[in-house]
């Protein structure tokens, strides 16, 4: 566990630098270089690590609701800059990850709600709970995909796993999360995705320096640019 920490050197600020970084380049790949594809399988890196980021989030939050109500309001500010970033024009055939992202925080909120983890008056009912909360999760995560949300129910089960798993050790933490989305997206490209795993691995868990509007922003924020320069 010692050389564990040792090399566990990236905070949660760090993580969400890299995740942007990787994003946009996949991003300027889609629009203006659909074929090179070393600008998608670079961009492969940020999808586990914003899920782990928005379960890290929903962990350490003080206000759930709040936090849900943030991610649905730039859900429907990013959705025009996506659309005209990577369609041209305004439609509904293909939603924005932060709508992804806004269900699979609403789905935790139903899921702690249900299952009830910190109640000390728990009893053997606990199981039934827990099949029911999965059941939930489920469900939202087929909600996801029928509204055709960017990763659909890939990005509910990745955010549900990285925080079911927020106990264990950090390893498995993170490769239960980028595991699921390796195995169940590698096509092509998508192989890429268990890179990610390495700076999951080296998160010490710490915040690191408060950019959190920025995050937020950066996502409508360079559709737009995107959108603009095509």
């Given at each position: 566990?010692?050389?564990?920490?040792k090399?566990?050197?990236?905070?949660?600020?760090?993580?969400?630098i890299?995740?942007?970084?990787?994003?946009?380049?996949d991003?300027?790949?889609a629009?203006f270089?659909?074929y090179?594809?070393?600008?998608r399988?670079?961009g492969?890196?940020?999808?586990?690590?914003?899920?782990f980021?928005i379960?890290?989030?929903?962990?350490?939050?003080?206000?759930?609701?709040?936090?849900l109500?943030r991610?649905g309001?730039?859900?429907?500010?990013?959705e025009?800059p996506?659309d005209l970033?990577?369609?041209?024009?305004v439609?509904?055939?293909?939603?924005n990850i932060?709508?992804?992202?806004f269900?699979?925080?609403?789905?935790?909120i139903l899921?702690?709600?249900i299952?009830?983890?910190?109640?000390?008056?728990?009893?053997?009912?606990?199981?039934?709970?827990?099949?029911?909360?999965?059941?939930?999760?489920?469900?939202?995560?087929?909600?996801?995909?029928l509204?055709?949300?960017d990763?659909?129910?890939?990005?509910v089960?990745?955010?549900?796993?990285?925080?079911?798993?927020?106990?264990?050790?950090?390893l498995i933490?993170?490769?239960?999360?980028?595991?699921?989305?390796?195995?169940?997206?590698?096509?092509?490209?998508?192989?890429t995705?268990?890179f990610?795993?390495?700076?999951?691995a080296?998160?010490?868990g710490?915040k690191?320096?408060?950019l959190?509007w920025l995050?937020?922003?950066?996502?409508?924020?360079h559709?737009?640019l995107?959108?603009?320069?095509?």
């Amino acid at each position: 566990m010692d050389i564990i920490k040792k090399y566990q050197i990236l905070d949660g600020t760090t993580l969400k630098i890299i995740a942007m970084i990787s994003m946009a380049i996949d991003h300027v790949g889609a629009v203006f270089f659909p074929y090179a594809m070393w600008f998608r399988m670079i961009g492969r890196l940020a999808m586990p690590i914003f899920s782990f980021c928005i379960a890290e989030g929903f962990t350490h939050t003080k206000d759930k609701k709040k936090y849900l109500c943030r991610l649905g309001v730039f859900a429907l500010i990013s959705e025009i800059p996506f659309d005209l970033a990577f369609e041209g024009k305004v439609g509904f055939s293909h939603q924005n990850i932060m709508l992804s992202f806004f269900l699979a925080v609403a789905a935790l909120i139903l899921y702690d709600w249900i299952v009830d983890e910190e109640n000390p008056e728990r009893n053997h009912s606990s199981v039934v709970k827990t099949v029911l909360g999965v059941c939930v999760v489920g469900a939202i995560s087929l909600l996801s995909f029928l509204l055709r949300a960017d990763y659909t129910f890939f990005a509910v089960i990745a955010v549900f796993l990285f925080y079911v798993f927020r106990k264990r050790h950090p390893l498995i933490r993170a490769g239960a999360g980028v595991a699921f989305l390796t195995i169940t997206r590698t096509i092509g490209y998508y192989g890429t995705t268990g890179f990610s795993f390495i700076p999951l691995a080296m998160y010490n868990g710490k915040k690191g320096k408060e950019l959190k509007w920025l995050c937020y922003l950066f996502y409508p924020g360079h559709l737009l640019l995107l959108a603009a320069i095509r």
